[in-house]
């Protein structure tokens, strides 16, 4: 069983196991209506190599944040609050006293790729047939969508879930130790009950593996509407380029104020855009579901919040096996702005350990 991780872990070692963020090995960008899906390699049945915490020794919840990064975004700076000479570590304190240790607040990832690292006090286990933790965020779904036949949906904007199991032991999520949870859309875009809805209103409903976004600090906060409209700008690497505009809710800097430098470049894998305005008129926006396997996509209380470890996949795409993960990175996943709502951002309120808390909730068929 040992010799059959080594063989999977080494082999996504080479080709660049990536996860989104800073991490992703750059590679080839592709972009897709669909993709294989992996159900030709089986999931695999590895052990843990130690002996786990009993119950009873573990805490169910977040204890350590490694890394927090978000995106430029309407929330960012707000949520958790920069305070001026805030350094990372202070913002990473930050992060731990709104969601750590069950504490239930808020945090904000900014627009796309904008990230979080997040750390336990034990290792949580990969259990076979189960699902193993539940990402917290704030999605809910709207009660008042214009199109009454419309798939769940209100404000669900999806972030990525990636796993890493500390297979050297040394306290740390290595490079090649990081995998991505293959949600819905990585292995279906077409098959989200609102793909062609999205499409016809002109979004772009491919997934894009090794999308790389880059966000400029702006030299002043907006003075005019012209300055507001052309806010921060950011270009990708399929080409587009564009503007994140100020909001008037909104009148905190979105560029996190902490960081030093005037750009940030985040990569990762992008998920088809969700936003719809229902409305037809600018004022009612539905941010519709995807089936499973993402952050703050799902009401807490959802079966869809929990995630199985046998989800995760390499760099390849190529399940992995993994008896257990250490870390856990999410990042947001749509790349979208949504009229007066803005941009679509991930929020998280905390990670539980599913099998700490009792809790058996089977995994997909
Ligand atoms: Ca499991
Ligand atoms: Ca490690
Ligand atoms: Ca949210």
Request: with cysteine; proline share 6%; aromatic share 10%.
């Amino acid at each position: 069983m040992e010799l059959k991780l080594e063989k999977i872990i080494g082999k996504a070692a080479r080709t660049g196991a990536v996860c989104g963020a800073v991490f992703l090995v750059a590679g080839m960008a592709s972009c897709s209506g669909d993709v294989p899906g992996y159900d030709d390699v089986p999931p695999g049945t590895g052990q843990p190599e130690e002996p786990l915490p009993q119950p009873g020794e573990a805490t169910a919840y977040v204890t350590q944040v490694l890394d927090y990064l978000p995106a430029a975004g309407q929330f960012t700076n707000t949520m958790p609050e920069y305070e001026e000479g805030d350094t990372q570590e202070d913002m990473n304190r930050k992060v731990l006293e709104a969601i750590g240790n069950n504490n239930r607040g808020l945090v904000s990832l900014g627009g796309f790729g904008g990230y979080v690292t997040l750390g336990f006090d034990h290792t949580i286990e990969n259990k076979p047939g189960l699902r193993d933790f539940r990402v917290l965020g704030n999605a809910f779904y709207s009660a008042a969508n214009p199109d009454t036949g419309a798939p769940e949906g209100g404000s669900c904007e999806p972030g990525i879930i990636c796993v890493a199991y500390d297979r050297n032991k040394n306290g740390r999520p290595d490079e090649d130790e990081w995998y991505e949870i293959a949600g819905s859309a990585h292995e279906a875009p077409a098959q989200e009950p609102w793909y062609g809805l999205a499409r016809e209103y002109g979004n772009d409903v491919s997934l894009c593996a090794g999308y790389e976004i880059t966000y400029h600090r702006p030299e002043h906060e907006p003075a005019t509407e012209e300055e507001r409209e052309q806010y921060i700008r950011w270009e990708d690497n399929q080409g587009n380029a564009g503007y994140l505009q100020k909001n008037a809710y909104h009148g905190q800097p979105y560029f996190p104020q902490w960081v030093e430098g005037d750009e940030l470049t985040f990569r990762g894998t992008r998920l088809p855009q969700n936003g719809v305005d229902e409305s037809g008129l600018g004022n009612y926006y539905i941010l519709y579901k995807f089936r499973y396997g993402y952050a703050d996509n799902e009401t807490n209380m959802g079966e869809e919040a929990s995630i199985d470890i046998d989800w995760a996949v390499d760099g390849n795409g190529q399940k992995v096996s993994l008896p257990s993960v250490d870390f856990i990175r999410i990042y947001t996943g749509v790349h979208q702005s949504n009229g007066w709502l803005g941009e679509c951002s991930t929020e998280v309120m905390g990670v539980e350990d599913l099998h700490v808390l009792g809790e058996e909730i089977p995994t997909r068929e």
